[in-house]
């Protein structure tokens, strides 16, 4: 079964043209912290992508909140995210 709100959040982040997109629902970790009484969600994302060249992690990061600023703290409660700029072969 596919969660709606983690393809929401792919759906979001694929604004970005991904290389590797992975999303992890790490919800049923934190059942019982304050964010999750009301079945609000965590994920975990680690994604590549060429929009992250010549930007710092924190500004990375601040791209993808850009594109799920709306969905915090409900729907989604956290996010835990690896960013990371393609690693192009030696050709």
């Given amino acids: 079964m596919t969660n709606p709100r983690e393809t929401l959040l792919r759906e979001r982040l694929m604004q970005l043209g991904p290389s590797l997109l992975e999303i992890d629902d790490e919800s049923h970790e934190h059942a019982g912290h304050a964010g999750s009484k009301d ?53």
């Fill in 39 to 91: 079945g609000a969600s965590h994920f975990r994302v680690w994604i590549e992508a060429d929009s992250f060249i010549g930007k710092g992690k924190v500004a990375q990061h601040r791209l993808v909140y850009d594109l799920v600023n709306d969905l915090m703290p409900f729907p989604i409660h956290a996010l835990a995210l690896q960013t990371s700029i393609p690693q192009k072969g030696n050709s």
